[in-house]
Nanobody, 122 residues
Framework: QVQLVESGGGLVQAGGSLRLSCAAS????????MGWFRQAPGKEREFVAG????????DYADSVKGRFTISKDNAKNTVYLQMNSLKPEDTAVYYC???????????????WGQGTQVTVSS
């Protein structure tokens, strides 16, 4: 069982930055691919970014490419999402997810955090 706890959400003006963190339990974190997803009101949850177990490869949704950066610190059992140049359409609840295989993917994650709210004002 893996527990995920997100932090770092909040209210920011358009053009600003936030960094989300997700702390994971367990001793095999380096074997897990990690992902960030988001869900805006009235919309389906969507993939934002993913990273391999080793942290060597990443994947991004087109809507955030060039603005968001996912990274992974296996020594700290933590994955991050650095969000720059934020837009009002980035407003959503952001979820961290873990997949018990090391390769990055946009679906079929096994564990989920409780989510953290990100609100971008115009």
């Amino acid at each position: 069982q893996v527990q995920l706890v997100e932090s770092g959400g909040g209210l920011v003006q358009a053009g600003g930055s936030l960094r989300l963190s997700c702390a994971a339990s367990g001793r095999t974190f380096s074997r897990y691919a990690m992902g960030w997803f988001r869900q805006a009101p009235g919309k389906e949850r969507e993939f934002v970014a993913g990273i391999t177990g080793s942290g060597s490869n990443t994947d991004y949704a087109d809507s955030v490419k060039g603005r968001f950066t996912i990274s992974k610190d296996n020594a700290k059992n933590t994955v991050y999402l650095q969000m720059n140049s934020l837009k009002p359409e980035d407003t959503a609840v952001y979820y961290c997810a873990a997949r018990t295989t090391p390769w990055v993917t946009r679906q079929n994650y096994d564990y989920w955090g409780q989510g953290t709210q990100v609100t971008v004002s115009s």
